[in-house]
């Protein structure tokens, strides 16, 4: 028997949609995302082995002046994808594996129903 009703909606969902606070946090992550100095950033410190990264690693990898890095990782921070703590003259970053996890749930299950 199929799940879809006459017409071909379907009659069941498998998960929970989003709730209007869920979708506004997500939202701000997806903002955040969507420029791709920042998927960048994100990427490179999420990758990086040892879990954080010093900013003065990550500014060379850009043609862009290091206030506009630290703007984007600023972005980064608001959003809930990174954190980070200066030591000395450095700032280091880590990505928040809970936001990370919650987005790939998200993608997952909208990819699935």
């Known amino acids: ?20 606070g869920q979708a506004v946090e997500l939202a701000a992550v997806f903002k955040a995302l969507g420029d791709p100095v920042r998927l960048r950033l994100l990427s490179m410190i999420a990758s990086r082995e040892g879990g954080e990264v010093c900013v003065c690693e990550l500014t060379p990898a850009f043609d862009l002046a290091q206030p506009t890095i630290s703007h984007h990782l600023k972005l980064l921070r608001q959003a809930g994808l990174v954190d980070c703590e200066r030591r000395g003259t450095w700032v280091y970053y880590w990505a928040l594996p809970a936001t990370l996890d919650r987005l790939a749930g998200f993608l997952r299950t909208s990819v699935t129903t």
């Open 1 to 20: 028997m199929s799940n879809q009703e006459p017409g071909g909606c379907r009659g069941t969902v498998s998960a929970a949609p989003l709730d209007a």
